[in-house]
């Protein structure tokens, strides 16, 4: 079965940096569309970045310029680089991941990690 495991959140000052870390497996990692939302108390879930199988990526616009994300085809891992933080930037961070990168609605997303906390002061 598909299993996510996010890591890389802490507590960081506002201009600060963290890089996220996402190890997928159960599945065919290479050929899925990967995603990074997160979800601030109140309010609901977005989606900050895509990444599809072929490389091709989009963001959110509040975090354009300042977040990358990447991933690693030998190790299976999805990557968040976060710079320039800023205190909206303060939420649980979740990867998911689906077949195709054609919608960044949370629910077009069946598969979840645990979800890692970011803080920026």
């Known amino acids: 079965h598909v299993q996510l495991v996010e890591s890389g959140g802490g507590s960081v000052q506002a201009g600060g940096s963290l890089r996220l870390s996402c190890a997928a497996s159960g599945y065919s990692y290479r050929t899925y569309c990967m995603a990074w939302f997160r979800q601030a108390p109140g309010k609901e879930r977005e989606g900050v970045a895509t990444?599809?199988?072929?490389?091709?990526?989009s963001y959110v616009d509040s975090v354009k310029g300042r977040f990358t994300i990447s991933k690693d085809n030998s190790k299976n891992t999805l990557f968040l680089q976060m710079n320039s933080l800023k205190a909206e930037d303060t939420a649980m961070y979740y990867c998911?991941?689906?077949?195709?990168?054609?919608?960044?609605?949370?629910?077009?997303?069946?598969?979840w990690g645990q979800g890692t906390q970011v803080t920026v002061s």
């Open positions: 998911a991941t689906r077949r195709y990168c054609t919608s960044i609605s949370p629910a077009a997303f069946g598969n």
């Open positions: 990444i599809a199988s072929n490389g091709g990526t």
